[in-house]
């Protein structure tokens, strides 16, 4: 794994984000602001399955260049600063649930994390 994020990716104005996941790299525009977004481009782009929960980690300077696990909240501060990513999956988490209107309910939501509600 890669220690530093390093400069920036561009092509022309578009910025680039290096994807690393496994012994694969890959870039992807910098464009999804949405954190979801992103996990579904990297879901869909390494061909990961919706069995698999996407964790997403960087290393900074701020932090001593630690691995710092990034969710949707520090993904909308950090994204400026960040231009590598690594990528690791683990199985989703399975739960039983109770249909109370008669549909079956996912109450996880893209990222492995339990949903409001249960939808």
């Known amino acids: ?42 879901r869909e782009r390494f061909e990961i399955p919706p069995t698999e929960r996407i964790d997403i980690s960087t290393k900074l300077k701020m932090f001593g260049y630690n691995e710092t696990e990034l969710d949707p909240d520090t993904w909308g501060v950090l994204r400026p600063k960040i231009y590598n990513i690594w990528v690791s999956t683990r199985p989703m988490p399975i739960t039983v649930v109770q249909p109370i209107d008669g549909k079956i309910h996912n109450p996880y939501n893209s990222l492995g994390s339990p949903s409001p509600g249960g939808k």
């Open 1 to 42: 794994m890669g220690s530093k994020q390093g400069k920036p990716y561009s092509v022309g104005k578009v910025q680039l984000l290096q994807v690393f996941y496994k012994n694969n790299k890959q870039f992807v525009t910098k464009s999804p602001e949405d954190f979801e977004v992103l996990v579904g481009v990297i």
